[in-house]
């Protein structure tokens, strides 16, 4: 059901973690429970470092994990513009029953970089 | 790496001694066993030499044993079967409501042609309301179908009672005992049953192959129709090897049941007591006393259960898991929402079901493994954070 890279991501949790002094946003979803939390520091206008916390299915972890990856040294402009096209392409796809994983972890990304300026 | 298994309940090894049985009769012994001439003749004597090794592990007589492709085959026969049958005397059928899906999905089918069902529920403990179940009988009451032992949570329902019940009423009472064969001690008349579903490859027997014990005198309209094998209960011929393995996991079962209930619940038994001893916010999901030997259903707060399964997973361990995430529709366990558990609590379960091929070195690496990752899920977990 879950790709290669979906499970190693969840099996290694690269980037899981808080950072102090960073922006950060949360997104929940309702119907299964999932929580994800995406931490970003942004220096010069590039995504410097960031962080992630998750409770939920592999699809949240994973693409709350791929998200950081992806973002890493990225414009914010480039970073606001990851769709949720890429990350499934990035995630080597999910099952359409947990899209919204990818989904919950887009739309951190661009609430955690609201009022950055490109 | 070392790999572990701890999912039996959804499928187990082959015994290499079942293996050994099988292997002549794909390419040497391969007749049909309903041919006149020899090769035909030698598959009917093996087949019937396994019908009587199954009966032997049930307490029934041989001919009462019908084979079928497996689990879900004999459910749905046995229910459907008798509900066709019995339809002019009554409409009305009695299960639970954490009976397995092949028990719900059909009784669900059977609803939308004119059946009444009652789904009894369970208690916090996973045993089923009997005061419920009795008040729910009436005069159209056809049928009872109750699990032995539930697939999730390995606990025991109180079939003995149930059987004086439906014996008192006249009413046929069906069993699903595909997770209790082979595991515990178990006899048909005993139990009082007239119907019991089991499944080969639950019992280190191959898949694809089960058999229905239906009680000498009991009537039922076949589901497989064609030609006359199983006495004209179960058409089509017949698989041989398939009965075979069974035959022989049945009697290796029947032999290893005091060795079973020793070792394996004490297997069980130190993998759960180390859990929650070493890991906070830990817990049992249903009876701990009214239980099979070899099952645990573990609950971990914070965390999710099908995460948790790709983590051990990547570990070398191999469990299940009844959150709603590893359904295909989003639904948590059916049966641990019966027990009335809450839903983050399902959210993170985990099933482990061990066999006779699990050994304490299993056991010390899964309690090496498992703490550990726990912690990382609930390190990055902001519900633990905030519990």
Known sequence: ?118 | MRRVYFDNNATTAVDPQVFEAMKPFFLEDFGNASSIHAFGQRARAVLEEARRQVAALVGAQPQEIVFTSGGTESDNTALRGVASYLRERGNHIITTAIEHPAILRTCEQLEKEGFEITYVPAGKDGIIKLDVLEAAIKDQTILISVMYINNETGTIQPLARIGELAKSRKIIFHTDAVQAVGKIPLDVKQLGVDLLSLSSHKLHGPKGIGALYVRRGVRFNPLILGGPHERSRRAGTENVPGVIGLGKACELARQGLADFDMRVRGLRDRLENAVLETIPDSSVNGSRTERAPHVTNLSFRGTEGEALLISLDFQGIAVSTGSACSSGSLEPSHVLRALGISSDLIHGSIRFSLSRMNTEEDVDYALEVLPKTIDRMREMSPLYRER
Do not use: W
């Not at chain 1, 960073?22 to 470092?49: H, K, Q, W």
């Open chain 1, 1 to 118: 059901m879950y790709s290669p890279t979906v499970r190693r991501l969840v099996a290694e949790l690269p980037n899981s973690g808080r950072l102090p002094d960073a922006v950060s946003a949360r997104v929940e979803n309702p119907i299964c429970g999932d929580v994800l939390e995406l931490y970003l520091c942004v220096v010069d206008g590039r995504v410097s470092e960031s962080r992630f916390q998750a409770t939920g299915c592999p699809a949240a972890i994973a693409a709350g994990a791929a998200i950081t990856i992806m973002i890493e040294r990225k414009s914010v402009e480039a970073a606001r513009q990851i769709s949720v096209e890429q990350l499934l392409e990035f995630l080597e796809g999910l099952p359409p029953h947990k899209r919204h994983g990818a989904e919950m972890a887009v739309r951190a990304l661009r609430q955690a970089l609201e009022g950055h300026e490109p």
